[in-house]
């Protein structure tokens, strides 16, 4: 168990919907970075907080955003889903800022029909 | 765009076997990264080498890097059934003034079997 939540685990929803995944980092962890795994693309970073702040943006779509709360948990937001949003998305922590050691957490896998 | 890429991207050996995965990346880094993930669950931290190390070992896993060829090598000895998954390795570039960009990258991994 490496401390970090990520709800919910799986989710079906339609084409052109919206939807939120959470993720509570491990205790102690400022960081909160989010990533797309997909068959085709792989493991695609899409965005870091750190503190609350923005830190670091990777490939992640216009339809798409987050944000990390006072109590340091994050929500990602996707938006207009399309059949090509299907994927699992990990969100991971760590300490500091720099990237060091992530944890991650089991992914919430999205499945857009 | 990925930064780092693994080779080969499957392999298939018996228990008790060595196990050799590589990974190259393309820009400087300030660290390399190695994971294990089992399939649809989430990636669990391997092992971390500094740009100014050469070799790091953690129990049967031996990881080196080669900053002048931009590439590194995880071993893994005496392989067992339940060393089955997929191998990342992960880069921290490094960014304009030296430091981190704060993105870790990951490469498309490597599927190790270990046939028992």
């Known amino acids: 168990d490496s401390g970090v939540t990520q709800t919910p685990k799986h989710l079906i929803t339609a084409t052109g919907q919206r939807v939120t995944l959470r993720c509570s980092p491990r205790?102690?962890?400022?960081?909160v970075y989010w990533y797309q795994q997909s068959l085709d693309q792989g493991l695609q970073f899409l965005i870091q907080y750190y503190n609350g702040e923005e830190r670091a943006k990777g490939n992640i779509l216009e339809r798409f955003s987050a944000q990390q709360f006072p109590d340091l948990h994050s929500e990602l937001n996707l938006s207009s889903l399309e059949l090509g949003d299907s994927a699992l998305y990990f969100c991971?922590?760590?300490?500091?800022?720099?990237?060091?050691?992530?944890?991650f957490g089991e992914g919430s896998r999205l499945t857009v029909l | 765009s990925q930064q780092g890429e693994e080779d080969p991207q499957a392999l298939s050996i018996q228990e008790g076997e060595n196990a050799t995965m590589n990974c190259s990346y393309k820009?400087?880094?300030?660290?390399l990264q190695w994971y294990r993930q089992n399939s649809g669950r989430g990636l669990v931290h391997l092992i971390l080498?500094?740009?100014?190390?050469r070799e790091k070992h953690s129990g049967r896993l031996r990881v080196t890097l080669d900053t002048s060829k931009k590439s590194s090598s995880l071993l893994i000895t005496a392989s067992r059934a339940a060393d089955t998954a997929s191998y990342f390795c992960?880069?921290?570039?490094?960014?304009?003034?030296?430091?981190?960009?704060?993105?870790?990258?990951f490469g498309k991994g490597t599927l190790l079997t270990v046939n028992p």
């Open positions: 820009t400087s880094i300030n660290n």
């Open positions: 991971a922590s760590s300490v500091s800022l720099n990237t060091g050691e992530l944890f």
């Open positions: 205790s102690g962890d400022l960081s």
């Open positions: 080498i500094r740009s100014n190390e």
């Open positions: 992960a880069t921290d570039a490094r960014g304009f003034s030296g430091g981190s960009n704060y993105k870790l990258t």
